[in-house]
Nanobody
Framework: QVHLVESGGGSVQPGESLRLSCAAS????????MGWYRQIPGKERELVAQ???????YYSDSVRGRFTISKAADKTAVFLQMNNVKSEDTAIYFC???????????????WGQGTKDTVSS
């Protein structure tokens, strides 16, 4: 089991920056992917950025060039640097980690509780 706790959300004005942090604990050795999703009330949760250990990094079209994902090499944290934020970035942001287990590499998905970010003038 992996436990994720986000921090760093808040209210900012358009054009400003926010940095989200997510601390991971538990069986972090099993983690292969860490990332961030966001959800606007009434809409589906969408992938914002994701980074695979030893692999690729993904950004959604809406944030590419403005957001940067980074992570700790020991799999205990993931961060999202959000620059030049826009009103449409207002959402609840969720930290996500995927772990694998056993020779069959069974996947398990873990979620943080979410942190609310509001971008408003």
């Amino acid at each position: 089991q992996v436990h994720l706790v986000e921090s760093g959300g808040g209210s900012v004005q358009p054009g400003e920056s926010l940095r989200l942090s997510c601390a991971a604990s538990g069986n972090t050795f099993s983690i292969v992917v860490m990332g961030w999703y966001r959800q606007i009330p009434g809409k589906e949760r969408e992938l914002v950025a994701q980074s695979r250990f030893g692999g690729s990094t993904y950004y959604s079209d809406s944030v590419r060039g403005r957001f940067t994902i980074s992570k700790a090499a020991d799999k205990t944290a993931v961060f999202l640097q959000m620059n030049n934020v826009k009103s449409e970035d207002t959402a609840i942001y969720f930290c996500h980690a995927q772990g694998i287990k056993g020779v069959r590499e069974l996947k398990s998905n873990y979620w943080g509780q979410g942190t609310k970010d509001t971008v408003s003038s």
